[in-house]
Every structure is written in C-alpha cells, then in structure tokens.
Nanobody
Framework: VQLVESGGGSVQAGGSLRLSCAVS??????LGWFHRAPGNEREGVAR??????ATYYGDSVKGRFTISRDNANLYLQMNSLKPEDTATYYC??????????????????WGQGTQVTVS
C-alpha cells in the first residue's frame, strides 16, 4: 500500500486548499485525514468509509472541510481556513472494516505528509 499526499501550501486566513492523496495497492474500507501541529499530538480531521457514503469529521473542521474519494485518490477540501489549521496533514488507510478518528493506531498505512500553513 502506498499513500502520497499533495496540495499543501501557504494560504491566508479565509482561503481554501484542496489536498489529494494518491492511493495504490489498497482494497480496504476506511480512509482518513489527520494533522499534527508542532508540539501537538496527531489529531483526526476526517474519515470516510466505503464508497464515500459515510463520512465523519473532527469538531474543529465540521462545516469547513469535506472528505471525498474516488477509485485512486482521497481528497480533503478545506475552506474558511484558520491559522489554527496550520499543521502537517497526513492521509491514512486502515485494514479494519471500521476505523475511528480518535484512534490513529487503527490505521496501518500512512503518507509522508504535506504542510499546510495559514496566516
């Protein structure tokens, strides 16, 4: 399984970014986005199951971020960005039939991360 993120960058507060994660070799059911700010622990951002009909978001991003997927990619549309969204963003994949944002250990596969900076 290989996960490769792209789309990070620097943006002003209120702006938007779209992160992509190219997913290869994965046939599971549960994918997610996490972020880690300097000095903080890894935190779940959004999770999607199966064909995309079931999504779940962390409280800090509800109404602003949207997770989606197609056959080969995972996406995170980030709108109304805030300085506190500044972090390294990681896509992750789980072999479990159901995975949760509160438990990063449920995800066996991780990308290398992409930096998002909001000023």
């Amino acid at each position: 399984v290989q996960l490769v993120e792209s789309g990070g960058g620097s943006v002003q507060a209120g702006g938007s970014l779209r992160l992509s994660c190219a997913v290869s070799g994965y046939t599971g059911n549960c994918l997610g986005w996490f972020h880690r700010a300097p000095g903080n622990e890894r935190e779940g951002v959004a999770r999607i199951l199966g064909d995309g009909s079931a999504t779940y978001y962390g409280d800090s991003v509800k109404g602003r971020f949207t997770i989606s997927r197609d056959n080969a990619n995972l996406y995170l549309q980030m709108n109304s960005l805030k300085p506190e969204d500044t972090a390294t963003y990681y896509c992750a994949a789980s072999r479990k039939p159901l995975c949760h944002l509160r438990n990063p250990d449920e995800y066996e596969y991780w990308g290398q991360g992409t930096q998002v900076t909001v000023s």
